[in-house]
């Protein structure tokens, strides 16, 4: 199956995700990781789209999701750059081009190390409370205990990420 860039950007207008997910992980200076993703969620009798859409960006995961739903996953860093080169050559339609600016600020800040601050974490965490993932009270819970955090705190194998 071969994909043209304007079907793309038309079939994730409808069924694409950007989200960042925020998780607990000890060995991060601020003893969190920013996990920006792109996902395409579909029935599986459609799961030959998924791998038509990974063989065009060159990249990701199809995997199940739940049920009878498998979902394109795409995560890696250089991948998400291919992603974010891809829409800024070929922007989205909808709404969704909204949160894929704020998406793509937030690869950016990552790429200049931005969270792997308290500083930059607080930011990215405020800008993708602002998209549309469905994710924001994780989120703002996530923000709350990184404000709360003093600088002192923040390092290594921090005992207050039990």
Same mark, same amino acid.
């Given at each position: 199956?071969d994909?043209?860039?304007?079907?793309?950007?038309?079939?994730?207008?409808?069924?694409?995700?950007?989200? !960042?997910?925020?998780?607990?992980?000890r060995?991060?200076?601020?003893?969190?990781?920013?996990?920006?993703?792109?996902?395409?969620?579909?029935?599986?009798?459609?799961?030959?789209?998924l791998y038509?859409? %990974?063989?065009?960006?060159?990249?990701?995961?199809v995997?199940?999701?739940?049920?009878?739903?498998y979902?394109?996953?795409?995560?890696?860093?250089?991948?998400?750059? %291919?992603?974010?080169?891809?829409?800024?050559?070929?922007?989205?339609?909808?709404k969704?081009? !909204?949160?894929?600016? %704020?998406?793509?600020?937030?690869?950016?800040?990552?790429?200049?190390?931005?969270?792997?601050? %308290?500083e930059?974490?607080?930011?990215?965490?405020?800008?993708?409370?602002?998209?549309?993932?469905?994710?924001?009270?994780?989120?703002?819970?996530?923000?709350?205990?990184?404000?709360?955090?003093?600088?002192?705190t923040?390092?290594?194998h921090?005992?207050?990420?039990?």
């Amino acid at each position: 199956m071969d994909l043209k860039p304007d079907w793309v950007v038309g079939f994730v207008d409808g069924e694409g995700c950007f989200y !960042v997910g925020v998780n607990r992980n000890r060995t991060m200076k601020t003893g969190y990781q920013v996990l920006p993703e792109f996902r395409i969620v579909q029935h599986e009798r459609d799961i030959q789209i998924l791998y038509a859409l %990974k063989k065009f960006f060159g990249c990701g995961v199809v995997r199940k999701n739940h049920d009878d739903r498998y979902e394109l996953r795409i995560r890696k860093k250089s991948c998400l750059k %291919k992603v974010v080169e891809f829409f800024e050559k070929h922007p989205l339609k909808t709404k969704k081009n !909204v949160d894929f600016k %704020k998406f793509r600020r937030i690869i950016l800040m990552m790429e200049r190390g931005e969270h792997l601050t %308290k500083e930059g974490l607080i930011k990215i965490l405020e800008i993708a409370m602002e998209m549309n993932t469905g994710n924001h009270e994780r989120l703002r819970r996530v923000l709350e205990e990184i404000r709360g955090l003093d600088e002192d705190t923040v390092h290594p194998h921090s005992e207050r990420m039990g």
